[in-house]
């Protein structure tokens, strides 16, 4: 009988938050193509995110290295799969955010055109306010959305969240601010 040794396994990725349909995890190198096809170079999905405009291979590979948790880190950008297979969806996760002067983190959320209109952007908005007001002790998070954006503002307002400020945000032009304080938070989840 020939013994081979079995394939390695590919590094699992660790795994931020569960819903009962989606899992948020760290990024694995074979995501940038998929991001990049369901995300990054979709005009659509693209029309009300960072510029505005679909992103050429290399700047949406550079953006997912700088800007997305590989590792161990718990915050920043992460991949949004559906169970129960963990096909991506798109990405999601708590980043800081310097939008009101201060040491804040910011929600957010990007869905492939297929999970659209199914309930996936408050079902991951609520995961992502749990997690950053329970785990991370967050006092107060903040969502950024284009203002023309109404199905994110709508699912930011089913969150909770509340209008504050339209600023103008130098790499991704104006957005909307929403914020929910933890006390808030807490009081909607005490009812």
Known sequence: MNQKPAPASRKQPLVILTTARLIL??????DISILQSLIFGDSEVMRFAFAGAPMARDAAEDFIRRSFTFGESLTGMAVLSEKPAGEVIGFAGLSPCQALKADDFEIGFVLARRAWG???ATEIGEAQLAFGFEQLKCSRLLGLVDPRNALSIHALEKLGMRYLE???EPKRGNRSIYVIEAGEWRQRHAE
């Open 25 to 30: 995890r760290t990024t694995l190198e074979q």
């Open 118 to 120: 199914k309930g996936i």
């Open 166 to 168: 339209t600023i103008a």
